[in-house]
């Protein structure tokens, strides 16, 4: 296993994996042993972050990071971040009562995980739950994706984000180039990575501060 420079994620082959704890899948994915540790097949086929980090995207992730989680649905790239943030904790936002049946059985086993069945364009229904917020990634398939993100900006003013944008206009590029502006008003460093190869019409984009 070779690192990728993301704190428990690892490469071997062709394939991106992550070191966890579990020996059970959470949805069907492959389990590898190497020296006594246990690793998870984090497949691009099945989570946008996998297939942005395989198509060269860098976001920053630290172990012991907060991050809000909007869109969790059954916890699939949710399980991989659990993995990922060892020493963190997740807050899972999900409104689809179906997908929270799933979301709320792996926050049984995984203490780091915090399913939420709330709405992300209510930040402040869930704030009683979280303590502070690092990170906020999103993955909402909705038109007004960018305006529910910047909402929890500002509620929770996170220093890093991640974005899984969903392009809906047949002009794209104009589209984007209006929705980055607004993301430049909160944010310094803005970069982005077209992920179309995986996730049709999806690009992943990342926002910091420093
Ligand atoms: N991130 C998931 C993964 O990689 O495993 C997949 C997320 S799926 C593309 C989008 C999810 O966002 C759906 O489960 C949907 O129910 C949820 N969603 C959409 N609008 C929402 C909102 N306003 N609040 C909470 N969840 C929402």
């Known amino acids: 296993m070779k690192s990728t420079g993301i704190p428990n994620l690892y490469e071997e082959g062709n394939s991106l ?10 949805y069907g994915e492959r389990i590898l042993i190497r020296n006594s540790k246990m690793y998870r097949e984090f497949s691009p086929l099945r989570s946008k972050l996998a297939s942005s980090i395989k198509l060269g995207f860098k976001p920053e992730l630290r172990e012991e990071d907060h991050m809000l989680y909007l869109g969790a649905s059954t916890g699939t790239t949710a399980s991989h971040i659990s993995d990922i943030l060892s020493k963190g904790v997740i807050f899972a936002v999900e409104f689809s009562p179906v997908s929270m049946i799933k979301l709320s059985e792996l926050g049984k086993s995984r203490e780091n995980l915090i399913p939420l069945l709330l709405d992300a364009n209510k930040p402040g229904q869930y704030e009683p739950f979280i303590d502070w917020v690092d990170m906020i990634y999103q993955d909402i398939a909705q038109p007004n994706q960018i305006d529910i993100f910047l909402k929890n900006v ?52 990342y926002v910091s501060n420093h």
């Open 17 to 26: 994996y992550t070191l966890t704890k579990f020996e059970k899948p959470v």
């Open 154 to 205: 500002k509620y929770y003013s996170p220093k890093r984000g991640i974005i899984m944008y969903k392009s809906y206009s047949m002009r794209s590029d104009t589209e984007l180039k209006n929705e980055i502006n607004k993301l430049k008003k909160y944010f310094k460093n803005i970069s982005m990575k077209n992920i179309e190869r995986f996730h049709k019409g999806h690009y992943a984009i």
